[in-house]
């Protein structure tokens, strides 16, 4: 497995292998001091690519048939008071994460970080798209990507101890195994942090349909490689084609997710091109 860490950009990615040995704990925080590698900062513009054409302005967006607003390179959603949340709600603690960092926020959020979009609905939010609000945030947002890739970064280093906390005791080994073996490969970190700023955890009850999930722990139990490589970024794209293909067909009719499955597709795809590239340029 040692061949492959150096695809993961030398400190960054060794953290999850060593996890499960006593002094994980402490590597886990020398590397929380570690500056921003050129791996993460390529893992968060790949990000910002999918979610957002690496477009500035789609960094307050709102997409149409969704009950909240997608902000950052992250698209971190930000819901309205008093709205139903059914997916995770991650821009207030971006919010937090930035300040604890040392950001400015913008003035009409600095008092209360945490407090609910004030945008009620999608309309509402277009129509202030020119706002000094918006703008104000839009710049803060240009602004402050490295910080925002730390903090998917911060994510996903909790992910795997979230996971096997959430299966019985006989799992989880295959989750670990099957996480490890994805972060140790090509590309991994880019994969892994993608996969859960996409579409989750899939820990939350409320993050499913007919009683399946769609999210990094689906996908984890529905792959078995048994070592890291370029075959296991492909089990990975595979699984979650699967989970996401599952996750339409039990979609409620009228949410019309079919809409999203292409798109969602062609997301995949770049894990193993990503992987593969990176694969052919170290000339293994």
Not at 259 to 272: E, F, N, Q, S, V
Request: aromatic share 10%; glycine share 8%; charged share 15%.
């Amino acid at each position: 497995m040692q061949v492959w860490i150096k695809y993961l950009g030398g400190v960054l990615l060794p953290l999850f292998l060593l996890a499960s040995h006593a002094n994980g704990t402490e590597q886990l925080q020398r590397e929380s001091n570690q500056p921003e590698t050129a791996q993460l900062q390529q893992s968060a513009a790949l990000i910002f690519q999918n979610e957002c054409a690496s477009s500035n302005a789609c960094l307050t967006a709102w997409n149409k048939g969704e009950g909240f607003a997608s902000l950052g390179i992250g698209h971190f959603i930000w819901y309205p008071a008093g709205t139903k949340k059914t997916f995770k709600e991650s821009f207030p603690a971006l919010l937090s994460f930035m300040q604890q960092h040392g950001a400015t926020l913008p003035g009409w959020l600095s008092t209360h970080p945490d407090q609910a979009n004030p945008w009620h609905n999608r309309t509402a939010f277009l129509a202030a798209y020119d706002s000094k609000q918006m703008q104000d945030l839009r710049s803060f947002l240009i602004h402050s990507k490295p910080l925002q890739a730390r903090f998917m970064l911060q994510r996903l280093r909790s992910t795997l101890p979230s996971l096997l906390t959430a299966v019985d005791p006989a799992a989880q080994q295959h989750i670990r195994s099957q996480f490890e073996y994805v972060a140790a490969s090509p590309m991994g970190l880019y994969v892994l942090m993608d996969y859960v700023n996409f579409k989750g955890e899939g820990t939350s009850p409320l993050e499913r349909y007919q009683g399946k999930g769609w999210g990094m722990l689906q996908v984890l139990e529905h792959m078995s490689v048994t070592q890291p490589g370029l075959a296991a970024i492909q089990a990975f794209a595979q699984a979650g084609d699967a989970m996401l293909s599952r996750r339409v067909a039990l979609s409620p009719p009228e949410r019309h997710e079919q809409r999203w499955l292409p798109g969602w597709r062609k997301r995949l795809a770049t894990y193993m091109h990503e992987a593969q590239q990176l694969f052919e340029h170290s000339g293994r």
